[in-house]
């Protein structure tokens, strides 16, 4: 992250950035060959194989890299580029935190009557299409609903990551899942923001300008917005399999022209197409 955030100022093919560059990639290659040899790692990157459960752990980040850079460069826009004080500025953010806040709260509700992973690409699509029509919502009445809308799509994308990744993975790796999704979470998200720091002062000109560089940080947060919803394409088809009911479980036609399941779940058996009320 160093190597990103300082390359425009050392200059990307410097001595410098590159040293950087290569003891970063020297010390993350090291770290995963002792991982793997540990007999208790700090991650369990053997879950990574679980395809599943890396498809849904990598949609929650994909959400808090939006959120994370949604909270940061909306505050550089409020306050550098709009001339809102600080006081102002946080009065609008609170439609942020209120909407996130309250998805994150029912989100464990909506999750007991939906699966989790169908709740957060709506969460996400939601989040990605609110935050592109806050892009260009110009009256700060208008900025602070459309944030609220921001906020609970936000919400549900990465409240429930850690559930939904549960389901993936077998009763006694469940801790080490959790603290592989949280890393996934906090690391991502710090990776993204100094990336589009770098890209924000490159769309600018400078490093000076950039803060207060509204179309500049518009033009980021458009591109956070086609991440959220993209960040959602993966999570269909899972939602999609646990909805679609077992095939011997599924209905079939009888001669009679009515819809019956092949087994009933209550007796065990087949129904006879006689059979029932």
Same mark, same amino acid.
């Given at each position: 992250?160093?190597?990103?955030?300082?390359?425009?100022?050392?200059?990307?093919?410097?001595?410098?950035?590159?040293?950087?560059?290569?003891?970063?990639?020297?010390?993350?290659?090291?770290?995963?060959?002792?991982?793997?040899?540990?007999?208790?790692?700090?991650?369990?990157?053997?879950?990574?194989?679980?395809?599943?459960?890396?498809?849904?752990?990598?949609?929650?980040?994909? /959400?808090?890299?939006?959120? @994370?850079?949604? *909270?940061?460069? =909306?505050? +550089?826009? &409020?306050?550098?580029?709009?001339? #809102?004080?600080?006081?102002?500025?946080?009065?609008?953010?609170?439609?942020?935190?209120?909407?996130?806040?309250?998805?994150?709260?029912?989100?464990?509700?909506?999750?007991?009557?939906?699966?989790?992973?169908?709740?957060?690409?709506?969460?996400?699509?939601?989040?990605?299409?609110?935050?592109?029509?806050?892009?260009?919502?110009?009256?700060?009445?208008?900025?602070?609903?459309?944030?609220?809308?921001?906020?609970?799509?936000?919400?549900?994308?990465?409240?429930?990551?850690?559930?939904?990744?549960? /389901?993936?993975?077998?009763? @006694?790796?469940? *801790?080490?899942? =959790?603290? +592989?999704? &949280?890393?996934?979470?906090?690391? #991502?998200?710090?990776?993204?923001?100094?990336?589009?720091?770098?890209?924000?002062?490159?769309?600018?000109?400078?490093?000076?300008?950039?803060?207060?560089?509204?179309?500049?940080?518009?033009?980021?947060?458009?591109?956070?917005?086609?991440?959220?919803?993209?960040?959602?394409?993966?999570?269909?088809?899972?939602?999609?399999?646990?909805?679609?009911?077992?095939?011997?479980?599924?209905?079939?036609?009888?001669?009679?022209?009515?819809?019956?399941?092949?087994?009933?779940?209550?007796?065990?058996?087949?129904?006879?197409?006689?059979? @029932?009320?």
């Amino acid at each position: 992250m160093l190597a990103v955030d300082q390359g425009a100022r050392w200059g990307w093919g410097s001595p410098a950035t590159i040293t950087v560059f290569l003891v970063g990639i020297a010390l993350l290659a090291g770290f995963l060959v002792i991982e793997r040899r540990a007999s208790e790692p700090l991650l369990d990157l053997s879950l990574l194989h679980n395809r599943p459960f890396v498809t849904v752990m990598l949609a929650g980040s994909v /959400s808090n890299i939006v959120y @994370g850079l949604v *909270a940061v460069l =909306s505050a +550089l826009y &409020l306050q550098q580029a709009r001339g #809102l004080s600080p006081l102002d500025a946080g009065l609008i953010f609170l439609a942020l935190s209120v909407g996130a806040g309250g998805a994150s709260y029912w989100s464990g509700h909506l999750a007991e009557r939906r699966r989790p992973e169908a709740l957060m690409a709506a969460g996400m699509v939601l989040s990605g299409v609110s935050l592109m029509v806050l892009t260009w919502a110009d009256p700060l009445a208008l900025y602070t609903t459309v944030f609220v809308v921001v906020g609970v799509g936000l919400g549900l994308g990465w409240a429930l990551t850690n559930t939904a990744t549960q /389901s993936y993975v077998p009763t @006694g790796r469940l *801790a080490a899942a =959790s603290g +592989l999704v &949280l890393t996934s979470l906090v690391l #991502l998200g710090g990776v993204a923001v100094t990336v589009a720091a770098t890209v924000l002062e490159a769309i600018s000109g400078s490093a000076q300008s950039a803060a207060s560089d509204g179309p500049a940080i518009q033009t980021v947060l458009r591109a956070a917005a086609i991440l959220a919803l993209a960040g959602a394409i993966p999570l269909v088809p899972l939602a999609r399999a646990h909805s679609d009911p077992p095939p011997d479980e599924r209905p079939r036609r009888t001669a009679t022209g009515v819809r019956r399941p092949a087994t009933s779940n209550l007796r065990g058996h087949d129904e006879a197409p006689g059979d @029932g009320a």
